[in-house]
C-alpha cells in the first residue's frame, strides 16, 4: 500500500464533509430542493468575493472565467494590456487573439512580479485601453502581483476594466473586490474552494456590466448576462454542474465558519513555513519580490532534475506535488499550500523533498534541517 498525498496546486484535497455532501442523490436543478442551494452559494458567494455584486458560477475549468472575461466585456479590435509573467499569464494573449482582441503585452521575467509603473506609463499614454488583465498568483512561477496598486490605476477610468484571474488567489489572499475596484475578479472550483474541478466564478462590477452592453465579442454559453438574469431568479441559466454546487454549498460553510481573516492567515503562515522549510534545507525560493501564498516553486539544486524530483516524491512517497513547466521545467519543482491544507500538509512535504534529494545525492544539509524550520514557525500560534 502506498498512502497518496496531493500536493499539487490544484486540483487540491476536498474536505470529508464535501466529499460526503456530494455523495447524496442528485436532485433536480429546476426543483423546489435546489432554490436553498442557490440562495446560499449566491450569499456565500458574494461574502467570499467582499462585493456586494451578484458572482456568476459557470460549468467549466478556470479557463471557461478567463474566456467569459475576455468575450462579455471587449470587441474585436478592443486594446487590452495583458500582464505576461508565466504560463497563465501567457494565456491572456491567446485568448484574446482567439477573439480578435489586441493585446498590449507587458513581458515580465519569470520570477518578478509586475512593475506597476510600466502599466501606469501605457495606460496613461493610450486612454482606449479597455481592459488590464493580471493574474494575482501566477500558478507556473509562484509569484504574486500587487493587485492593490494595478487597480488605483483602472479605478478612475470609466472605460478600462481591471481584470484579475485568482484562481490561485481568492480564498488565499485578501482580494476586497469592492474596496479595492477589481472590476471582473475569476476563481475555478479546484483550487482554493476545495472542491473538484469542473466550476468557474466570475465577479463583475457595476463598471464592467456597463461595458457588456456594448462588447461585442460573440459569446453564447458564457453569455454572464443571460447568468446573472437567471441568478436573480434563483435559477441557472443552464443546467447546473449540480453535484459540485452542493459541494461548494458545503465547502462555502466549511469557510465562513472559519473567516476570512483567519484563512488568510493560515495560507500565510504555512507559506511562510514552505518557504523557510526548504531555506532551511539549503534550498531557493524561486519568486524573486512578492512569493504567492498559495503556492511555492522551488529551485531544483544545481545538478539535480526538478522534473526527478516531482517523480521520486510520487513514486517514492505517494506525494503528488508538481514540477515545472515550459522554460521552468527541470529548474524548478512546486509545492501547494492552499486551500484544504494545514500544518503536516508542510511538514510532509518539505521532509518529503529532504528526502528524495538526499536519495538524489543533495549533501549540502542533512535531513531534518528544513523540517526543524517549518516546524520553529508552525509551532507557534
Ligand atoms: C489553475 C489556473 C487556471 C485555470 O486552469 P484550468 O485548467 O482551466 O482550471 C488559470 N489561472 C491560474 C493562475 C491557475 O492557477
Wanted: with cysteine.
Amino acid at each position: 500500500m502506498k498512502k497518496q498525498y496531493l500536493l499539487a496546486p490544484g486540483p487540491t484535497p476536498v474536505p470529508p464533509e464535501v466529499l460526503l455532501a456530494m455523495a447524496k442523490p442528485i436532485i433536480h436543478h429546476r426543483s423546489p430542493d435546489f432554490i436553498p442551494v442557490i440562495q446560499q452559494v449566491r450569499a456565500d458567494l458574494k461574502w467570499l468575493f467582499q462585493t456586494s455584486q451578484e458572482v456568476l458560477t459557470v460549468a467549466g475549468s478556470g479557463t471557461a472565467g478567463m474566456e467569459a472575461s475576455i468575450s462579455n466585456f471587449m470587441s474585436p479590435g478592443d486594446k487590452i494590456i495583458a500582464i505576461n509573467g508565466g504560463k497563465f499569464g501567457e494565456r491572456w494573449l491567446k485568448i484574446a487573439q482567439a477573439f480578435g482582441v489586441v493585446p498590449i503585452e507587458v513581458k515580465v521575467e519569470w520570477g518578478n512580479s509586475v512593475d506597476v509603473s510600466v502599466v501606469a506609463d501605457l495606460l496613461s499614454k493610450d486612454p482606449s485601453i479597455r481592459g488590464v488583465y493580471v493574474q494575482a498568483s501566477e500558478t507556473s512561477t509562484g509569484v504574486a502581483h500587487d493587485i492593490q496598486k494595478l487597480a488605483a490605476l483602472t479605478r478612475e477610468r470609466e472605460n478600462t476594466i481591471l481584470v484579475v484571474d485568482a484562481i490561485t488567489a481568492l480564498g488565499v489572499i485578501n482580494l476586497p473586490m469592492d474596496a479595492w475596484g477589481i472590476d471582473v475578479l475569476i476563481t475555478g472550483s479546484q483550487k482554493a474552494l476545495m472542491i473538484p474541478p469542473g466550476l468557474a466564478f466570475i465577479g463583475v462590477s457595476e463598471k464592467a456590466w456597463k461595458l457588456q452592453t456594448t462588447a461585442k465579442c460573440p459569446r453564447f454559453y458564457l453569455d454572464l448576462k443571460r447568468e446573472k438574469d437567471n441568478l436573480l431568479k434563483d435559477s441557472n441559466a443552464w443546467t447546473p454542474a449540480v453535484t459540485l454546487w452542493i459541494g461548494l454549498a458545503e465547502s462555502l460553510k466549511l469557510m465562513r465558519a472559519e473567516g476570512l481573516d483567519k484563512i488568510f492567515a493560515r495560507h500565510a503562515r504555512l507559506a511562510q513555513a514552505t518557504r523557510e522549510g526548504v531555506r532551511g534545507f539549503g534550498l531557493e525560493v524561486f519568486a524573486k519580490n512578492i512569493p504567492s501564498d498559495a503556492v511555492t516553486a522551488v529551485v531544483s539544486p544545481q545538478g539535480i532534475d526538478g522534473q526527478a524530483v516531482y517523480k521520486n516524491l510520487r513514486e517514492q512517497y505517494g506525494i503528488t506535488a508538481a514540477g515545472g513547466q515550459d522554460q521552468l521545467k527541470g529548474k524548478v519543482f512546486r509545492l501547494s499550500h492552499m486551500g484544504y491544507a494545514d500544518v503536516f500538509d508542510v511538514i510532509t512535504a518539505v521532509s518529503g523533498v529532504e528526502m528524495v534529494l538526499t536519495r538524489l545525492g543533495y549533501k549540502e544539509k542533512p535531513l531534518g534541517s528544513g523540517v526543524a524550520r517549518a516546524q520553529s514557525i508552525l509551532i507557534k500560534e
